[in-house]
Every structure is written in C-alpha cells, then in structure tokens.
T-cell receptor
C-alpha cells in the first residue's frame, strides 16, 4: 500500500459543485502539503499544515479550503469548482526527523480533477 | 520572473549520451536544493539532494553554485529508463518549497 494515499484519483465535475479531495498518510509525518500541477507551471503550493489544526495558506489558496482533523489526514475542498481549477492535485508529507528530516517530500499518486 | 527557473526542454538524446540540465534560483535565502524525477502522469519522487560540494549517485551528479545561484544535474551513460521530467526544487523554509516547472528528457534508442 502507498504511504500517501489520495482519493479520488480521477474526478469530473461541473462548475459550481463542491469537491473534496482526501489525503491520508502512514508515514507519521507532521507536515502535509497540497499542490496543484498545471502544464508548464510546475507544482504550486495551495495550503500546508504542520500539525493538527494548523493551517497555512500557500501561494494559490483562493478558491480552496483545507481541513487537518488528524495527523494522518489532510483534505482539500473546492467550495464552488470552476473550470480553471482543472488540474492534477498532489498531496505530500514531510517529516522533521529520520529519513524524512532530510527534507524529502513524499507525494501521493495525484488526483486528476476536471471541472466542466 | 519565476523564483526557480528551468529550461523546459525537451532534451532528446541518444542512449549512452551524457546530458546536463541547469536550474537557476532567485531567492538567495534558499537553503536546500533537490532534484526530483517525475514520470508521465505519476507523482514526483526524490532523485537526489544537491550540495555545494557536489553529490554523486551512480550515473547522476548534482552540483550547487551559490555564487551564481544555480544548480545542475548531470546524467552520464543515459538509459531509456531515464526518460522523465526532472524538477528542480529550492527550500527557503519548511513552508517555502519552490518547484521549477521541470525539464523534460527523452532518451532514444
């Protein structure tokens, strides 16, 4: 099983719908991140969390919200999806000790979202 | 100007060739640097860390030049399996982790 699991892996929805992408991890890491990837733009940070209840905006947080109710879970919501939120979304974790303390980000397999 | 810039490529080279990529960063406060590899439609995975003293892992060598604010990745004796997108990453803090847009590499038989 993957250490970082994202659901759903693929989703097609319509403009105005509320969408939630879920991420769970078994690595025991404190730090979790949500990124979106668009062709030619690389990965851009949406939100990040360093602990339960800790929420911080990234560079492109508008139109998104997150929830970190448990150390292992970090969910991303699109309250009212719009077509330019069509992208590949990645959840990532990063530890502060052990092998993860080197700074390595561990990514989920991605959630491909299409907003029509 | 992007904080981390890479040549998007694609670099199309024959198997066995040596290929090098550069990546420039604009934030002099950046502390740590990494190369990640991303296969098509897959998640990025850490390839190697980058140090001022250089870092070699088999056929891969990474180098950091703080004075000129660039990092490099050299791949020797390239294999078909090296075909991927290579992402340059700069960490300024635990939250400020900036990815380049990636350099696409294609190895031909």
């Amino acid at each position: 099983d993957a250490d970082v699991t994202q659901t759903p892996r693929n989703r097609i929805t319509k403009t105005g719908k509320r969408i939630m992408l879920e991420c769970s991890q078994t690595k025991g890491h404190d730090r979790m991140y949500w990124y979106r990837q668009d062709p030619g733009l690389g990965l851009r940070l949406i939100y990040y969390s360093f602990d339960v209840k800790d929420i911080n905006k990234g560079e492109i947080s508008d139109g998104y919200s997150v929830s970190r109710q448990a150390q292992a879970k970090f969910s991303l919501s699109l309250e009212s999806a719009i077509p330019n939120q069509t992208a590949l979304y990645f959840c990532a974790t990063r530890g502060t000790r052990g092998p993860g303390g080197t700074g390595e980000l561990f990514f989920g397999e991605g959630s491909r979202l299409t907003v029509l | 100007r992007k904080e981390v810039e890479q040549d998007p490529g694609p670099f199309n080279v024959p198997e066995g060739a040596t290929v090098a990529f550069n990546c420039t960063y604009s934030n002099s406060a950046s502390q740590s640097f990494f190369w990640y590899r991303q296969d098509c439609r897959k998640e990025p995975k850490l390839l190697m860390s980058v140090y001022s003293s250089g870092n070699e892992d088999g056929r891969f060598t990474a180098q950091l030049n703080r004075a000129s604010q660039y990092i490099s990745l050299l791949i020797r004796d390239s294999k078909l399996s090296d075909s991927a997108t290579y992402l340059c990453v700069a960490y300024s803090s635990a939250s400020k982790i900036i990815f380049g847009s990636g350099t696409r590499l294609s190895i031909r038989p």
